[in-house]
């Protein structure tokens, strides 16, 4: 943990490859295995865990949620203490007997009254003695275990939930330097890293040879790279991370403000002006344009550091305004663009293409801040789209399931991302990600094609239209691409549309949507065919698919093809659906 927040930190505020550091000496920048482990001092007091928040109002509703919780477990907790309680006693008072006596002494010593050296002892007889579930197991008779396992199995499974819906957040957290106490829940995770104050506030940084925690070296004082600048005499003692922060924002430090502005230049444009974000050393090429980068970090530092001042500076300038449209002159002279003389068209990231299709559809929660929510489980039948609230959707404006929320406040597994952050080059998981790759792939269009969640979205969207515009074809037209694209429609793309509803309609009418297409989506699946590719077959056509099988369809869905004052017609999904599937969707340009 130690070191993903070491290397995080120096990319991210310093655009420096200290990582490369961890083992030896830098073999390109001028950056030192010692500078590293100075860098890492910041950090060694404090740990990254699950913080108990101290919001009354959160706390308030908490004790609402979990009060059956507590009704239940209390009389368990009851029930374990009346039946196992003196077991328990009985087995510590024979391991106390056990212990050594400089134990039992340490032990026995009031704990403000200990010397290091007993503290030390006390903990590790407390440990000797505290008698855990399985001890208490295999001291039952046989006949006694499997109700003693349910009910602490029980009480476990209880406590661990109730830990879990406390308030809290993850953050880091400092008991040697932080002037407020925190409280903390247990770590998560195969293998949690314990939280231990009192270590903590001991620690002190050490280099390690080769990076191997077997092998410390000599203690070092928490600082920056030396190529950077000395530190402060004395060192910053009592409050590292603050001293780092006040030396990060002064102007002695020139990288800071130079990176962050790169960064956001870099999402608005796809590149920064340096090529790697990540990376300011001396293997990558020097800025095309270093003076506007110099001038940009200044005019940042001047104005507060306002990000919101330098996103404004950048969209209003002529240079962000440029058309995407190529000229035969420029692109000879500057075939990769390096001096901006176009709009470089570039494609959404997963989460922008995700929230772009809900928010046309109409089902984004825009609501800010907030804890996160859980996508739910995955599947093979909704193409790993992990939200199950789609499937109960209803169309129309009356919506009573809970919208889905911005990807922003999605909780995500880092070793099961849902199929649109594979798809369209979703980072890793596991660390910082400076850029993003971008690929062009089959699989890309093939999703927007069939992917269930864009279809359902696509249903949304028409619904969206047919409640703005009416029956009135050429407004459907027209809705439909100002939701979409943001622009009304070429009289050429007018055209086309037309004559692709009118083509539809005429195959739904030839098809008689009202029967045969229904009848056939409402029967169950013929033996010896493959029922989810029958079902990714019918649901192009408007069906509604959960685990795998067609579900009966409501009246809502039944009225898709033939399209009443409240429900779309197909023609008009299938127009919502390829707009979806437009490079003008899912592209900036």
Known sequence: MLVDLTNATASLTLGLTLNCAQCHDHKF??????????FQGFFVKGQVNRLLLKDPALWKAYQTAVQSDLEVLKPAKQLNDLLYGPLRSKLAEEAKKKLLPELIAALGTPASERTPEQAELARKAEKEVEISSDKVEKALKEEDRKFFKELDKKINTLEKELHDKKPHTWG??????SPHPVETLPPLGVYPLLYEP?????????????????????ELKPGWPEILGPMPEGGPAESPRLAL??????RKNPLLSRVWVNYVWQQHFGRGLMAASGDFGVLIPPPKHSELLDWLATEFRENGWSTKHLHRLIVLSSTYRQASQTNSKNAKLDPENYYWWRWLPRRLEAESIRDSVLAVSGELDRELGGPSVSFGASSAEDGGELDPTFAEQ??????????????????QLRDNLPVMQKLFDGPSASETCPRRHVSTVAL???????????LKQAELFAARVLARAGSD????IETAFVLALGRPPKPAEMDAVRRFLDAHRTAESSAGASTGLLTELRRPAPAGTQPVTRVAKMVRQAGDVQGGTVKPLTTAAM?????????PPLHLVHLCHALFSLNEFVYVE
């Not at 922060?245 to 002064?250: G, I, Q, Y």
């Not at 890309?444 to 864009?454: A, E, K, T």
């Open 198 to 218: 009192e270590k903590l506030k001991a620690a002190k940084p050490q280099w390690l040879k080769r990076g191997d925690i077997h092998q410390p070296g000599s």
């Open 29 to 38: 920048d001028p950056i030192s295995i010692q500078d590293y482990y100075r």
């Open 444 to 454: 890309q269009p093939l999703y927007l094609l069939n992917n269930p969640f864009i």
């Open 172 to 177: 880091f957290y400092s008991p040697a330097t």
């Open 559 to 567: 009225q898709l093809a033939t399209g009443d004052s409240t429900h």
């Open 473 to 476: 074809t050429t407004r459907q």
């Open 245 to 250: 922060v006040d030396w990060l924002t002064s």
């Open 394 to 411: 209803k169309l129309g404006p009356n919506q009573f399931a809970a919208k889905p929320r911005r990807s922003l406040y999605m909780r």
